[in-house]
């Protein structure tokens, strides 16, 4: 994504009309909530330009994520901005509601870490890590997705790195140092590991609960209604 | 062409030194040439332990600096003509001892002894990577307190770094009252931490003491429970599929391990 984010660095500042972020899953547009449309088009249309006149520009291809912020786009609106973008930029309008939720959006492949995250090693990726093995003290694991960890965790996890709330940690023995989810670090339990029975550690709010792996089913379920709910889908 | 296998630990005083000369010397007592390398510049005390102080005229720095050759700085033991020293430098600087130096002076010693056996500093910084370097092999020697095993731990991930696959664990100091109690991590917890082979477990036994200030390694007095733990640590090193001692009067303290004996 060194492209993406070269575009983001070049081409946006502070107190712009449009300013382009570099996610994950592409670009973001984030418009300013004072401006007019006719002003944010023509912001856009300054913007992508060079990616016009190089053709197959570096843009091309690349998936673009508009946020309004508090303002409401009309279908028409809509229409318009996904034109210039799609015109101009070549880029892949996938949505008018600000940045994906990252679980959705997920695209990358888990990477399966095998053997013993030891003492001062570091396991990091962005997507969900399994490590079959154990996470022994000290030793970190670090995903933009779930960490999952097929032995003991007794180190460091950190699940959601990039902000994904809904992300979880999971372990066969559960007796890690601190378990971190999203921006919410907690220490661990002071209980022994029921063991031999999966855990895993969710954010409920601002808390961090711990429950049997049989209930991830339950807790995506009941974490997938809750965006539901609190987002204004996609159009 | 022998063999070097480093005696490394991470964590200071739990008996890197210790090991090296029982191990070294019990492999001699095997029959075995070997060549005890100490690398602890600055802090050296193979040397003590094996009572070969007074002896020494060079130094492995010197070796490594072109001050000395190296049968010049190599000592021979009091007892065995196939057990020898290099003893490290007191006063000299740590850098002196180069990585380069290291391999040189290993692959010089490989082809004369059966065993090199180097005896890492404390840490792991320079003096570790330098003793971990020329190794094909590593001991890893931990005693049954977390900071131990947490230390040893970090140090078998450095010396996968290092191309030296897969470690052999020797605890040393156990205590099989305080096991028992509850008050020392047992074996199987500090085998199932570390996920290595055990080459051995050692009781804390004040005959090592008694031995080092005598500079008589203690696997030379058949009648004390270290020795016999350090000659089975040798043997297995050998290959010979030794079982672990019992170091309880209670049978089968320890039978549990049978599965998890690593045999070098
Ligand atoms: N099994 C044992 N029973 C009793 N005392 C022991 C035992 N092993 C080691 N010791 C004692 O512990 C002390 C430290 O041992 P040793 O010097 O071998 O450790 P080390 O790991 O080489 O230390 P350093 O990190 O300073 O090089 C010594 O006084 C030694 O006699
Ligand atoms: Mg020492």
Known sequence: MGKVARLARERSAPGQLVTIRGIRNGLLFVLAEDATIAELIDELERLLQGSEREGVGETAGVTAYVDPGARRLTDDECDLLRGILTGKGNLVVKGFAGPPAALEESVKQPYIYKGTVRSGQVIEHDGDVVVVGDVNAGGRVIAAGDVVVMGHLRGFAQAGAAGDAAAVVAAVYFEPLQVSIGDVTRRAPERPSRGAEMEFAYLEGADMAVERMAMLGQHRARSAARRARHSPGER | ?264
């Open chain 2, 1 to 264: 062409m022998g063999e070097a296998i480093v005696v490394t630990s991470g964590k200071g005083g739990v008996g890197k030194t210790t090991s090296s000369a029982n191990i070294g010397t019990a492999l001699a007592l095997m029959g075995k040439k070997v060549c005890m390398v100490d690398t602890d510049i600055g802090l050296r005390n193979l040397d003590v332990v094996m009572g070969l102080e007074n002896r020494i005229l060079f130094d492995i720095v010197d070796v490594a600096t072109g001050q000395a050759r190296l049968e010049q700085a190599m000592i021979k033991d009091k007892r065995f003509d196939h057990l020898f020293l290099l003893p490290a430098a007191q006063t000299k600087d740590k850098l002196a001892l180069s990585v380069d130096a290291m391999h040189k002076i290993v692959r010089l010693l490989k082809p004369q002894f059966d065993f090199v056996l180097i005896d890492c500093p404390a840490g792991i910084e320079h003096g570790f990577r330098v003793a971990v370097s020329a190794a094909d092999q590593a001991i890893v020697v931990t005693t049954p307190e977390q900071a131990a095993v947490r230390d040893a731990d970090r140090v078998i991930g450095l010396l996968e770094k290092e191309q030296i696959p897969s470690p052999k664990l020797v605890i040393n100091r156990i205590r099989p009252s305080m096991v028992r109690s509850g008050d020392m991590l047992d074996i199987d917890d500090i085998v199932g931490i570390l996920s290595l082979d055990l080459l051995g477990i050692v009781p804390d036994d004040e005959h090592v003491i008694k031995a080092a200030n005598q500079g008589e390694p203690t696997v030379l007095r058949p009648d004390s429970r270290a020795s016999i733990a350090y000659r089975n640590i040798a043997r297995r090193i050998l290959g010979e599929p030794v079982p672990l001692m019992n170091l309880d009067e209670e049978a089968g303290f320890f039978r549990k391990m049978w599965k998890r004996i690593g045999l070098g």
